[in-house]
């Protein structure tokens, strides 16, 4: 079964430290999208791809944070510098071209120190 | 951002119990999206709901699109361990858009 990749899973960093993260979608989903999930809530999305473009990054700390998917398959997702507040699940899904059913990776748990 | 409202917050069972919960919102949404999340990983999709009034089941697991297309339900009947975990329902507002809103989350656990 297809699945969406994700990696590093952990990442322990120190403030001020560059950390970047890599996803992986399902082959043929045209739609990637970047969240960040807090203990105890729901995923909030930072940005969502359609092939190579960005469709909304609205939510994205664009002073710190960027994300790419130049050739429209795999993206990186990076933070420079991290804050301490940045701690938390950072998790990528995919879904095919014009439907809004998302599959998610295992996620990334990001710690700031 | 906007999350949609889901109820109840927590639920504590016991196994063979059946659970339901649900999802609200004043909005109208197109797609209603339950998902599953354990500790440590991420969401996995349970049942994907298209229309209005659509019930759809999934084993143990029934979920139906509200007829107002405001709200959503999810069943599953006779738990068992490993369906502890938290909940979360997800709507996609307008069609053309895939973006979704995501609810605030439902915790189950099972009480030995």
């Known amino acids: 079964e297809a699945e969406v990749a994700q990696s590093p899973r952990y990442k322990i960093t120190e403030k001020s430290q560059a950390v970047a993260f890599w996803c992986d979608p399902i082959s043929g989903h045209a739609t990637l999208y970047w969240y960040r999930q807090i203990l105890g809530q729901g995923p909030e999305l930072l940005v969502q791809f359609q092939d190579e473009s960005v469709v909304d990054d609205s939510q994205l700390p664009k002073d710190r944070f960027s994300a790419e998917r130049l050739k429209g398959v795999d993206s990186t997702l990076k933070i420079q510098p991290a804050e301490l507040g940045d701690s938390a699940m950072y998790l990528c899904?995919?879904?095919?071209?014009?439907?809004?059913?998302?599959?998610f990776g295992p996620g990334t748990r990001l710690t700031v120190l | 951002g906007q999350q949609l409202n889901q109820s109840p917050q927590s639920m504590f069972i016991q196994e063979g119990e059946d659970v339901s919960m649900n999802c609200t919102s004043s909005?109208?949404?197109?797609?209603w999206l339950w998902y599953k999340q354990d500790p440590g990983e991420g969401p996995v999709l349970l049942i994907a709901l298209y229309k209005a009034g659509e019930l759809t089941s999934n084993g143990r697991l029934t979920a139906q699109f509200g007829i107002t297309r405001k709200d959503s339900f999810l069943n599953i009947s006779a738990s068992i361990p490993s369906d502890v975990g938290i909940y979360f329902c997800?709507?996609?507002?307008?069609?053309?858009?895939?973006?979704?809103?995501f609810g605030t989350g439902t915790r189950l656990t099972i009480i030995p």
């Open positions: 997800a709507g996609q507002l307008r069609f053309g858009n895939e973006k979704l809103t």
């Open positions: 909005s109208i949404f197109n797609t």
């Open positions: 899904a995919s879904s095919p071209r014009g439907l809004a059913t998302q599959y």
